[in-house]
């Protein structure tokens, strides 16, 4: 018995010996683990910084609006970026080929029903809508921008018509329907209803013939004098975004008939956005339009709708090695902070959650990170309220910058769905007089070759 104790005893003290030289160990910093596996011309150092030069400042954007997720509709007054009115163009598609009025049919209304899918702002405000009949037809092969345009005709077949977005009402009483979605209807006019009644049966038979002869619409609204609202519309959404056509037959006139017109991904349209940018806020006026880049050492400005991105730059990454003889840099870690500014933060224009951040080629075009195919989970680019930041991981590219294996033309940042969305932030430069910065945190190592 006593000699089974003390081996038990002796093996408890080379378990404590053993956890002890283990805890020792951990209390190594990162700087120094596994020096003494290395001999000294090998040696490893790691190193942190959070100090790396950045120069940024925000610019005007432009985007392909052409088919996109949602169509936009709306106008809102912004203090800081200005006025901005949203509209989309857009063909229709027939609901049904070989369609017929009959004798003596009699036009009751048409009216445009759109679905709505989100929003952006206040949609208490009214927003007061024009609809027109183009007069120039969308091509398919054509890029259409936020800034493009057809020509139109200059009737107004809304007449002004002025409503409320109200994206949460879900259940709508049209005649004796029931709609269980949020929907905008703007009745159109007479004159147009009777344009598509009075249409060659050919034009009914043959989709590309009707496309030839009712062109399709421009639908957009005014500009507003209080917050107001961008409503998101789900233009393909062919239950609840429909041109609708009422009719009765003269011999019937109890027996009430209605067609329909729709929007599918084969048909072309595209949103059309207008910026008065001179309404913004004085320093959003002198970086933009004044050109004042040292502006944004302070602050910098995200907008969708081909609105505003910014542009980032970290000059002397591919001279950070220069006085390194025989050794070389390798980035363990390379993280963007970009810090959310207090003033971005309103009940009315809300914050967006995912962002874009590419490359510039030496022809201002643009390219995908090498850290952006390592997914999201790494990647990042969404919102971190915990930070009030958002961050990205571009350790691969600054490898590529300071081992000059890419030339260094700068990134470009934005918000997500820039052709679809509706969405604004303002962001902390690398001055800024707030706690928060912008930054570049990385982690590297010197390594002798």
């Keep these: 018995m006593k000699t089974h104790q003390s081996t038990a005893l002796t093996c408890l003290a ?24 290395i001999s000294d011309s090998d040696y490893i150092g790691v190193f942190h910084t959070d100090t790396v030069e950045i120069e940024c400042h925000s610019y005007f954007d432009s985007v392909s ?15 800081v970026f200005g006025t901005s009115e949203a509209g989309f163009y857009s063909q229709f598609r027939l609901s049904l080929a070989g369609q017929s009025f009959g004798v003596n049919p009699v ?33 398919r092969e054509a890029s ?33 329907d029931t709609v269980r979605h949020a929907i905008i209807r703007i009745p159109l006019s007479a004159v147009l209803g009777e344009y598509l009644m009075n249409l060659d049966s ?61 929007v599918t991904s084969s048909e072309v349209y595209f949103n059309h956005i207008d910026h008065d940018y001179t309404q913004g806020s004085a320093e959003f006026v002198d970086q933009l339009i004044n050109d004042n880049a040292d502006a944004g050492k302070q602050t910098v400005y995200l907008q969708t709708m081909g609105g505003v991105r910014t542009y980032i730059y970290m000059p002397n990454l591919e001279h ?53 195919y390592e997914g999201d989970n790494y990647f990042g680019g969404t919102y971190i309220s915990s930070e009030q930041a958002v961050v990205f991981r571009i350790s691969e590219y600054l490898q590529s910058m300071i081992s000059k294996k890419k030339e260094n033309y700068g990134i470009s940042f934005g918000i997500n769905g820039a052709g679809y969305n509706a969405y604004r932030m303002i962001v902390n430069g690398p001055e800024t007089l707030q706690d928060n910065k912008m930054r570049v945190e990385v982690t590297y190592s010197i390594v002798s070759e």
């Design 14 to 37: 080379l378990m404590i010996a053993s956890l002890i030289l283990a805890f020792s160990s951990c209390k190594k910093s990162p700087e120094t683990i596994g020096n003494d596996l």
């Design 65 to 79: 609006t052409k088919n996109t997720s949602y169509a936009l509709l709306g106008s809102m007054k912004d203090p």
């Design 320 to 372: 950070w090695a220069d006085s390194l003889e025989g050794s070389y840099i390798v980035v363990n870690e390379a993280k963007l902070v970009l810090p959310v500014a207090e003033s971005s933060a309103d009940s009315v224009f809300r914050l967006p959650s995912k962002f874009v951040l590419l490359g510039f080629n030496s022809d201002s075009t643009t390219y995908l990170l090498p850290d952006y």
């Design 202 to 262: 050919v034009d009914y038979i043959q989709p590309d013939y009707f496309k030839n002869s009712f062109k399709g619409l421009f639908v957009t609204c005014e500009p507003v004098s209080q917050p107001g609202a961008i409503t998101s519309i789900n233009i393909t959404d062919n239950t609840n975004t429909l041109l609708q056509l009422y009719y009765h037959n003269a011999a019937t006139p109890d027996k009430p008939m209605r067609y329909d017109y729709y």
């Design 107 to 139: 036009l009751d209304s048409l009216v445009l029903q759109l679905s709505v899918a989100n929003y952006y702002g206040d949609t208490t405000v009214f927003q007061t809508a024009h609809v027109y009949q183009l007069t120039d037809s969308l091509s």
């Design 144 to 176: 259409y921008y936020n800034h493009s345009s057809v020509e139109y005709d200059v009737v107004d077949h809304a007449n002004s018509y002025q409503f409320r977005p109200r994206p949460r009402t879900s259940m709508n009483v049209v005649g004796t």
